[in-house]
Each structure stands twice: as C-alpha cells, then as structure tokens.
C-alpha cells in the first residue's frame, strides 16, 4: 500500500515538475498584466498641461499650427499611415526588414499581449487631464477621422516609444533607426493636428517609465528572451535557405 501511495506521489511530482518546465521553455501570454495595476502612475508622474487661456497655451498652439501647415505632403501621408493604427509594421523600415508576425507566432503573442497591457497606463492621465485636442480648439486644423479620447499626453507618442525600446532590445543593432521611428510616431500626430507638441513630449516620457516598469517584471524579461530566441532562429533559417555563395 505505502509503496503505490508513493509511488504515484513521485509521478505527480515529476509531472509537476515537466509541467514547470515547459512553462518556463513556452510562454503562454497569459490575461496577468505585465504592468502592476496603476502603474507607471501617469498622473503622479507628469507635470500637468498647459492650462486653458494661458500664454503657455497659446504658444503650444502656435506651435501647432504651424507644424501642421508647414508639414510637406510626404509627411503628410507619412502620419495618416500611422494614424490609421499605430501597426508594429511601421517599424519594419528601421528594423531593416519586414517583421512577418504571421510566421513568428510567439512573437506576435508577445507584443499583442504588450499592447494590450500598456492601454490602462496611457488612459489614466489622459482622463485625469481631460484636455481638448488642437483640431478641437482651432477648425483649421481638422483633418482626418475625429478621436474619441483626450488629447494629454498623445497615447501614440507613449507607445511609440515603448514599441521602440522593445525593439531596440530585439534588434540592438538597429537601434539608432528604431529610435526615430518611435519619435516620429509621436511627432507626426502634431503634423495633422491631432496633438500638441506638449502632448507629444509628455507620451515620451511616460513611454520611457512604461518600459522601465516592463523591463522591472521578471515574466516580461523571460517572455522578452524567448522572442529573441524566435526571432534569431527566423533568421537563421532565411541564412541557410540562401543558395550557396548568395549575398
């Protein structure tokens, strides 16, 4: 009797244990947040808007205005690209090559789940601020679909600048292109009057703490390394699909 109880007590100890380790080798995204409920703390964090009818207001406006008539069409189609859902695949100019998410799956696991995590961050100051966007305040600066959320700080700007220091992580040696391809995302919201230049700066700092909270969960950090590890083994296959003596 006391060596079948035992015995089946070491086989659920060592399922447990595969179980474990196959928990570690394969990341399941699972619904727990690798973002601590309420933080970053974006309220805490940034100094608050202009305020409505200062001088401060009025030279963030002018500002505006003219990035937003100064702006050259290619700019000009460049941010309604990005404006039509802010897609990881504008970063695949930077990144040197299309990032084809369809044959990364944990990959795009990973980055779906990051995307999703970092939204209560972005919403909370923009709901504590509640400040209008430019187009709200001047008709001349309308263009494209209205938002539906506020204006500080720019929510694309914010991820913008997470999305970029994840993938400077995953392809370091891009990185000085990664990082202007974030700040452009910030920047051309400005371009088509959907943003102040405050808006733009503040997402930039707030994307910067996102990360660093990110970068603080260990969970994040395994999942972060396991794409690597995908990603490097995607490229080791195109290597050695190439005929022999390719360039």
């Given at each position: 009797?006391?060596?079948?109880?035992?015995?089946?007590?070491?086989?659920?100890?060592?399922?447990?244990?595969?179980?474990?380790?196959?928990?570690?080798?394969?990341?399941?995204?699972g619904d727990i947040s690798y973002l601590p409920s309420g933080q970053p703390d974006g309220v805490a964090l940034l100094a608050p808007p202009p305020?409505?009818?200062?001088?401060?207001?009025?030279?963030?406006?002018?500002?505006?205005?003219?990035?937003?008539?100064?702006?050259?069409?290619?700019?000009?189609?460049?941010?309604?690209?990005?404006?039509?859902?802010?897609?990881?695949?504008?970063?695949?100019?930077?990144?040197?090559?299309?990032?084809?998410?369809?044959?990364?799956?944990?990959?795009?696991?990973?980055?779906?789940?990051?995307?999703?995590?970092?939204?209560?961050?972005?919403?909370?100051?923009?709901?504590?601020?509640?400040?209008?966007?430019?187009?709200?305040?001047?008709?001349?600066?309308?263009?494209?679909?209205?938002?539906?959320?506020?204006?500080?700080?720019?929510?694309?700007?914010?991820?913008?600048?997470v999305y970029a220091l994840v993938f400077e992580e995953l392809f370091p040696e891009r990185r000085e292109a990664i990082l202007q391809t974030g700040?452009?995302?910030?920047?051309?919201?400005?371009?088509?009057?959907?943003?102040?230049?405050?808006?733009?700066?503040?997402?930039?700092?707030?994307?910067?703490?996102?990360?660093?909270?990110?970068?603080?969960?260990?969970?994040?950090?395994?999942?972060?390394?396991?794409?690597?590890?995908?990603?490097?083994?995607?490229?080791?296959?195109?290597?050695?699909?190439?005929?022999?003596?390719?360039?």
């Amino acid at each position: 009797m006391n060596l079948r109880f035992e015995g089946r007590t070491d086989f659920k100890a060592a399922a447990l244990g595969i179980f474990l380790l196959l928990g570690l080798a394969f990341p399941c995204f699972g619904d727990i947040s690798y973002l601590p409920s309420g933080q970053p703390d974006g309220v805490a964090l940034l100094a608050p808007p202009p305020l409505p009818g200062s001088a401060e207001e009025a030279a963030d406006m002018a500002s505006t205005r003219a990035v937003f008539r100064g702006r050259t069409e290619a700019e000009k189609e460049r941010a309604l690209k990005g404006d039509s859902g802010l897609s990881f695949s504008l970063f695949n100019q930077a990144i040197g090559r299309e990032l084809e998410l369809s044959k990364l799956p944990k990959t795009q696991a990973f980055l779906e789940k990051m995307k999703k995590d970092i939204q209560a961050a972005i919403d909370a100051p923009k709901n504590h601020f509640k400040r209008k966007r430019p187009y709200e305040m001047d008709e001349s600066l309308v263009l494209s679909k209205p938002e539906t959320s506020f204006s500080y700080p720019s929510g694309h700007s914010t991820r913008g600048t997470v999305y970029a220091l994840v993938f400077e992580e995953l392809f370091p040696e891009r990185r000085e292109a990664i990082l202007q391809t974030g700040r452009e995302i910030g920047w051309d919201r400005v371009l088509i009057g959907k943003h102040f230049p405050t808006d733009v700066y503040a997402g930039r700092v707030l994307g910067q703490a996102v990360f660093r909270q990110l970068m603080a969960n260990p969970v994040f950090r395994q999942d972060l390394a396991g794409v690597k590890g995908e990603i490097a083994g995607a490229a080791k296959k195109v290597v050695e699909a190439q005929p022999v003596g390719a360039k």
